[in-house]
């Protein structure tokens, strides 16, 4: 069987660690790279519910999209559920290896895989990367279109009928039930921070996550602004003048279930990958459980 190097140097070369953003530290987090490798579980967060399962499954290898530290730690041990979490993989064998925003950017990645199921044809990279060795086009998010032009409640009825695991949260939507979507932007995960490269790519809907109320209404007031100015025959931002839709409307999704899409891909891919690099075969295991931190949503519609 592969050993654990071996099993890492296939998953940095289908999720390049070079891809990642600045601030972000994927990769190899717990592990020793001697053991063998036969059984490799994928989720979306490293939660104690999801080591808890990993371990019972007997897996030897955890990865999972979201890091366990998000920043520098000083400490591993036990007054903290994460140093319990590192005893807990150490002691039962398991290894644990993130695929962070380096995923997010992979051919086949979080982004990409999102928009293939949303349905997206023609796609590119939102925030591309120059990387001359790869053979397909990489970078954070997607942009591409609908074969056909539907409207923005049955496209957001099919973003949620995509979605590989049911939440309280549901999604929200921003915008004109009946208006037409066409072109879409798709970034897993949190994606206010990419609203001026999403309004410049002139697209019809923009489905993300996390999303906040201030950015959000600035950047509707300000694409309706553009819409009331287009109608006067001025020309403001993207579009043509006279063109009066408001764009981009927002999709919000929750965060976990979204970027779990990349595991439709990864436990196919992963594995393909390491028979040819070792001739050999790993288990997997998709451990599906939602990781979601909301139990329950009042709406308005809703009576005690």
């Known amino acids: 069987m592969p050993n654990l190097k071996q ?5 940095e070369t289908l999720y390049p660690l070079r891809y990642a953003e600045e601030w972000d530290e994927p990769g190899l987090i717990v592990g020793d790279l001697t053991r063998e490798v036969r059984r490799v579980a994928f989720a979306a967060d490293p939660t104690w519910a999801i080591v808890e399962q990993a371990v019972d499954w007997r897996a030897d290898l955890l990865i ?3 890091p366990l530290f998000f920043r520098s730690v000083h400490e591993v041990s036990g007054l903290g559920f994460r140093g319990e979490i590192v005893r807990t993989l150490n002691t039962n064998g398991c ?5 962070h925003t380096n995923a997010d950017a992979a051919h086949r990645g979080v982004g990409q895989a999102a928009a293939d199921l949303f349905g997206l044809v023609d796609q590119r990279p939102l ?4 990387d001359p060795s790869s053979e397909h086009p990489v970078g954070l998010g997607r942009i591409g279109r609908l074969p056909e032009t539907m409207r923005l409640r049955d496209f957001a009825q099919r ?21 037409p979507v066409n072109t879409v932007a798709v970034l897993p995960g949190s994606g206010d921070s990419l609203f001026d490269e999403v309004r410049a790519s002139g697209v019809d809907v923009y489905v993300t996550s996390d999303l906040r ?11 309706r602004y553009e819409a009331r100015m ?16 408001v764009r981009p409307m927002f999709i919000n999704t929750p965060h976990a279930a979204i970027e779990s899409m990349w595991f439709h891909y990864a436990i196919e891919d992963v594995p393909a990958a390491v028979a040819r690099a070792t001739g050999e075969r790993v288990e997997t295991n998709w451990l599906r459980d939602n990781t979601d931190p909301w139990t329950r949503v009042i709406t308005a519609g809703e009576t005690r």
């Open 95 to 99: 290894a644990l290896w993130v695929g």
């Open 64 to 66: 999972t999209h979201h």
């Open 127 to 130: 925030t591309p990367i120059d």
């Open 230 to 245: 287009r109608g006067r025959g001025i020309a403001l931002g993207q579009g043509d003048e006279g063109d009066v839709q």
């Open 213 to 223: 109320h201030h950015p959000v209404t600035d950047a509707i007031e300000q694409a």
């Open 7 to 11: 099993v890492v140097d296939v998953l």
């Open 159 to 179: 973003v949620f009928d995509a979605l590989p695991m049911r939440t309280a949260y549901g999604i929200q939507i921003c915008g004109d039930d009946d208006a």
